[in-house]
Each structure stands twice: as C-alpha cells, then as structure tokens.
C-alpha cells in the first residue's frame, strides 16, 4: 500500500520526459514551441521596457515629440552628407551625451546600437578596402602579382593591397551608419509609440498611414500574448516529450487559428470604433505642448548640424 502512495517516478526524473512547460532557463533539450514562446516572451518584454525608458523623466522624454523628431531627424540627414571622419564621431558623442542626459544606460545604448546594422556595414565595406575594388595609396600589400593582372577589360593592378583611400571610406561608412542608427535608436527608445506617430503628422505623413502604423503595433503585442497563452496551454498539458512532427502540425494549426483570431479581432475593433465616432483623425491622450526648453533644444540641434556641415565642407 505504501509503494501505491507513493510519488510516481516520472514526476522525480530530471530527463527529458515530464512535462515540459516554459522554462527561461537553461534546458538540456528545447522544442521548436518552447523556442517560440521564449521568443515571444523577450519580444514583448522589450517593448514594455521601451515604453519605461520613455516614460522616464530626462532631458529627450521632457521635449515635445514634434521638435523631438524634426531635430534628431534632421541630424540623421546631417550625418549622411558628413565626409570627415572626426566629425561623425563628434556627432557621435552628442548622441552618447544626449542618451546620458536622458539617463539612458550607456552600455545598454551601444549594445543595442552596434549588435547588428553597422557591423553588417562592415561586411559589406570590406571589399573596398581592397586596391582592386578601391585604388589608391597602398598600406598593406597582401599580395604581390609580380606584374598587372587583367581580367578581361578590368585591370586588378599589380598587386592586392589595402588601401589607404579604402580604408578611410570604411571607416566614415560605419561611423556614418552607427550615428544614425544611434539618433534613430534614440528617438524611438525616448518617445511612446503613440506619441512618435502623431508627430509624423508634423511631416504630413497622411493620416491614414499613422492610424494603420498605430494599429499594427498595438495588436501585434495582442496577437503576440494570443500565441504566448496557446503554447503554454499546449506545453502545461503535455506528459513526456512530443516529437518534432507533432511540433510542426501544433504550429501550423496555430498559425491558422492565430489568423482566423486576428481577422475577426479587427472587424470587431473597427466596429467599435465606428460606433465610438471614430472620423479618421487618431486621437492620444497626450496634447503636444511646447515650451521654451523645447525650442532652446532645437536651435543648439540647428547650430550645431549647421557647425558640423560647415566644417566638413572646410576641412573636406
């Protein structure tokens, strides 16, 4: 009677059988659904962190949105004329002290900043730092032809070398491309997603594009939260592990019933707008209001954009 009280062994057995519900930690074997949800799970958690960040009282956070956007967008186009290399960096640092000032952690900025877009610009420079692509003043001779190579009309020269000319457009390419990723980053991290798009309405963005923008990324952390619930419904009723077919046919399925949710949750939601008096203008709570502080930020953004295209031109 003893031995039939007693805990089943597959709940004590640490392999892989068991339930396998979502875990964050690390496991010996993850299934395609337990992926996807920790997926989704980090997807939504970043946004919610996005919108702490902005709503953190800094120097970013307190400026109207519409001056917020004119001035950061307008450094980004800046710092796409920008030749001298020490300029962008210049540039640069204004962002990494404009993200201080918004007590934005420093660490977290450039992390977020140089993980993915300007490292793939540097693969994609690398090619011109070689005198095939790039001629110019040779720094490192990688490899000496011993005379000019031809490839049909194309020279390749008498040797394949690194260049001085291709490294310095290297380098200005990817400072260029990390200050306005940065700029970019940083309007996006200190601005709330609704605020952001009605401030496009300052470039006469038509209204129609910003409601649909607004829309999408409303519901799209709903359909996010819709999937989240399935799969961990899915994972708290499994007993042992499913195979990867099984896997599949419950994603496919849920693909299906996910769409066939997200259809009938926007006719629903346009019905009650319509019903609300919805005319086609998005409203937020939020009012735009600007003060002296605003414009004060936005002439030393125009100085210093207009000091920073200046010298460029001088030095060249």
Not at 3 to 16: I, K, R, Y
Not at 28 to 41: C, D, Y
Request: proline share 3%.
């Amino acid at each position: 009677m003893a031995d039939d009280l007693s805990t089943p062994a597959w709940m004590t057995e640490t392999g892989t059988g068991g339930c396998q519900c979502l875990s964050l930690g690390r496991a010996r074997h993850e299934s395609a659904i337990q992926k996807t949800i920790i997926g989704m799970s980090q997807a939504i958690r970043g946004s919610v962190f996005s919108e702490q960040i902005a709503g953190r009282p800094g120097l970013l956070q307190e400026t109207d949105p519409r001056v917020k956007t004119v001035g950061l967008l307008g450094l980004l186009v800046v710092a796409s004329f920008l030749r001298n290399w020490y300029i962008i960096l210049g540039l640069y640092g204004l962002a990494l002290a404009m993200a201080a000032a918004s007590r934005i952690s420093l660490k977290f900025f450039t992390k977020r900043v140089w993980l993915f877009i300007p490292v793939f610009a540097g693969i994609i420079a690398i090619p011109s730092l070689f005198s095939i692509f790039r001629p110019g003043n040779p720094l490192w001779t990688i490899w000496d032809f011993g005379g000019e190579v031809t490839l049909g009309p194309w020279s390749l020269g008498n040797s394949l070398a690194i260049t001085h000319q291709g490294l310095k457009g290297a380098v200005v390419l990817i400072l260029r491309v990390a200050t306005s990723v940065s700029l970019a980053v940083l309007l996006a991290l200190t601005t709330r997603w609704a605020d952001l798009l009605k401030a496009l309405r300052v470039f006469l963005v038509p209204r129609i594009f910003v409601l649909i923008l607004s829309m999408t990324y409303r519901y799209i952390f709903l359909i996010l939260g819709l999937a989240t619930d399935m799969f961990t419904a899915r994972t708290s009723r499994l007993v042992g592990s499913s195979s990867r077919r099984e896997d599949r046919r419950f994603i496919a399925s849920s693909m299906a019933t996910l769409l066939s949710k997200s259809h009938a949750l926007s006719e629903d939601v346009y019905s009650a707008m319509i019903s609300r008096g919805y005319t086609g203008e998005p409203l937020t709570l939020h009012q735009f209001r600007t003060n002296g502080g605003d414009w004060l930020w936005l002439t030393a953004i125009i100085l210093f954009g207009a000091a920073a295209l200046g010298s460029d031109l001088l030095i060249g």
